[in-house]
């Protein structure tokens, strides 16, 4: 079971120096997410929505500002906050059920333990008849399930997904949009997902974040009240409904008036 954990983000700003030159992808973002929120993070290409995802997984460090899990300072990567890529980058030798159990496994989880967590995850993901398969024998959005199920039984209290489903067909992608919605209604954990779907943010969040051409700052911040572990839609309803239509037209105005910065 998840712990309650939530993220501050602390006037955070982000710089990349190369030679030379100098990029500022991220500037002075401060927001907090609560333990549970599924965030779901748009924005015109190039704004910094992976900059943020990589300082949040611990994979670099702010140039200014700081983050916080739990009031502890993020440094680097740790098992609290897994990470979803676009590239679902599973090992081709070792077979689905093996994949999974990788994390635990060089934890040091017993294999009874780490062979019933990853069947939980493979059933709860679709994949429980295919374990035994290795990627190259699974399609593109079977693989991407694939990884969910590696990173959830890896039980991180924070996922955070770096447009998982940008690479899908759409049908595919439906289908794990609704199944990512059933896992953590099932799980409680926190989702950070980015996406460049005004659509998909709308219908996964249960609150959406627009940020502004780089450098990235927070132009909207809403909740949507559609994605509710209480009372599930049907999607093919949900996304018909007049107040899911007005919130998707709000997200897509903020991205497209979001206003250029004089420092980029
Ligand atoms: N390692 C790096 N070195 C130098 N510049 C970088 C690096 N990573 C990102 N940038 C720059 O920082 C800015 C933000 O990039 P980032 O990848 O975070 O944007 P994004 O919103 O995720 O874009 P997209 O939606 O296209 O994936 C861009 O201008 C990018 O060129």
């Not at 954990?5 to 120096?17: G, L, M, P, Q």
């Not at 900059?51 to 680097?76: H, N, Q, S, W, Y």
């Not at 989880?109 to 780490?114: N, P, T, Y």
């Not at 996304?239 to 105005?253: G, Q």
Request: proline share 7%; hydrophobic share 40%; charged share 25%.
């Amino acid at each position: 079971m998840s712990h309650e954990r939530t993220v501050e983000i602390d006037a955070v700003s982000h710089d990349f120096r190369m030679k030379g030159d100098h990029v500022q992808a991220l500037s002075n973002i401060s927001f907090d997410i609560e333990p549970g929120q599924f965030l779901c993070l748009a924005g015109p290409s190039g704004c910094g929505k992976t900059t943020l995802l990589r300082l949040l997984a611990g994979f670099m460090t702010p140039t200014e500002g700081m983050i916080r899990v739990d009031g502890v300072p993020v440094t680097k990567p740790a098992a609290d906050r897994g990470v979803v890529f676009q590239q679902p980058n599973l090992f081709p030798w070792l077979t689905v059920q093996e994949n999974v159990e990788l994390g635990p496994k060089l934890r040091g989880v017993k294999a009874s333990q780490r062979k019933a967590d990853a069947e939980r995850f493979l059933h709860m993901v679709g994949l429980a008849d295919f374990a035994a398969r290795r990627p190259y024998e699974l399609s593109g959005g079977m693989q991407q399930r694939c990884q969910i199920a590696r990173v959830l039984t890896n039980d991180p209290d924070i996922v955070l997904m770096d447009e998982p489903f940008g690479a899908l067909d759409a049908l595919t992608r439906e289908h794990l949009q609704n199944e990512l919605l059933e896992i953590w209604r099932a799980t409680g954990k926190t989702i950070v997902f980015i996406t460049h779907s005004v659509d998909e943010a709308v219908f996964l969040g249960s609150r959406v974040m627009v940020m502004s051409p780089r450098p990235g700052r927070i132009v909207l911040d809403r909740a949507a009240v559609f994605s509710r572990p209480d009372e599930p839609i049907a999607p093919e309803r949900l996304r018909a409904l007049p107040e899911f239509l007005a919130v998707a037209d709000e997200v897509r105005t903020a991205i497209h008036t979001a206003p250029l910065s004089r420092a980029s």
